[in-house]
């Protein structure tokens, strides 16, 4: 079985431009649910929205029987870093945004949790010559250099997402995820591949688990679907069924046998139910991935014959 978990975000309110879903929701109430949901055995936990009360959190940890797979380090709030945490032209904003992530990790190694997760949507821009690409990305190296020293036991992990709420993010592919990392020399800064943002980016998935593992960044998972118009956070295999088999063939191809966190939004539903779905429909992509004979499938793939492989692939179902 896979070792899934919930973001914590999604156990609660949600909202979009138009609607409200679900009332708010307290660290027990989200936790509680998450431990109703079948197959589900962590959470990834919210920072800094989850740690008001953090014996609280660890009792409701303890009670539902729930790990952590990583702490979510928010660098969009409505009452700071409104024009970016890591780009912000301020360096006292950046430097507050360093030492809130250091707090961060410092917690997540207080719960045995290895892995801080950020997804930098707000660090981009809107219009040509807004941002200057070569300050915001001088000014983003120097905060994750600062953060990636402060634990190196620590796996710091971007979100890479093409867009939203900026029209372009600072940081949007895979391989623009490498680069960056790269340019930042943090054996521990990698990457957390989300599968809705591939397909948003007109990524594959396996491919860009793939680019990741060789250049050694890839740390985490999330996986969610959408139609490739919309980061709709929808369960895995709604739009993309082959491409969800591919990625776990992948996957296990590449040794990562690591957290997947599911990154979807129950909008008005109930979510122990929503997650108790997805978990057992991701588990069956799975076992349908594992049905898939490895050197069968490396001899069809040499051929380069998608037609013959797609016929074998759908003989198994």
Same mark, same amino acid.
């Given at each position: ?180 990392? =790269?340019?930042?020399? #943090?054996? +521990?800064?990698? @990457? %957390?591949?989300?599968?809705? *943002?591939?397909? !948003? ?97 490396? =001899?069809?793939?040499? #051929?380069? +014959?998608?037609? @013959? %492989?797609?016929?074998?692939? *759908?003989?198994? !179902?």
């Amino acid at each position: 079985m896979l070792k899934l978990s919930i973001i914590t975000l999604f156990l609660g309110q949600t909202k979009n431009r138009f609607l409200v879903y679900q009332d708010p929701a307290d660290v027990d109430t989200a936790l509680d649910r998450a431990g109703r949901a079948e197959g589900i055995g962590g959470v990834e936990l919210r920072y800094p929205a989850d740690f008001a009360d953090v014996p609280r959190l660890k009792a409701a940890l303890r009670r539902n029987d729930l790990s952590v797979s990583a702490i979510n380090f928010a660098s969009v709030r409505n009452d700071r870093w409104l024009r970016g945490a890591w780009t912000a032209e301020a360096a006292a904003d950046r430097q507050d945004a360093v030492d809130d992530a250091r707090r961060a990790i410092d917690l997540a190694k207080d719960l045995g949790c290895t892995r801080l997760h950020n997804c930098p949507l707000n660090d981009g821009f809107d219009y040509p010559f807004e941002l200057d690409p070569i300050a915001a990305l001088d000014y983003a190296c120097g905060c994750f250099e600062a953060i990636c020293a402060h634990d190196p036991e620590v796996k710091v992990c971007i979100e890479y997402k093409i867009s939203e709420p900026r029209v372009r993010s600072l940081i949007g592919t895979a391989g623009e995820t490498i680069a960056f990392a =790269t340019m930042v020399g #943090a054996a +521990n800064l990698g @990457a %957390t591949l989300d599968s809705g *943002h591939c397909f !948003l980016a007109n990524e594959n998935p396996a491919q860009a688990a793939a680019l990741l593992a060789r250049a050694e960044r890839l740390f985490y998972v999330h996986l969610n679907d959408n139609d490739g118009r919309g980061d709709w956070d929808l369960t895995p295999g709604t739009w993309h069924t082959w491409e969800f088999v591919e990625l776990f063939v992948t996957l296990d191809r590449l040794g990562y046998d690591d957290w997947i966190a599911f990154d979807i939004v129950p909008k008005e539903h109930d979510p122990a139910a929503v997650f108790t779905d997805a978990a057992a429909v991701t588990n069956k992509l799975k076992a349908l991935a594992e049905r898939v004979d490895p050197a069968d499938l490396r =001899t069809r793939m040499a #051929a380069r +014959n998608p037609t @013959a %492989t797609m016929h074998a692939l *759908h003989d198994l !179902l």
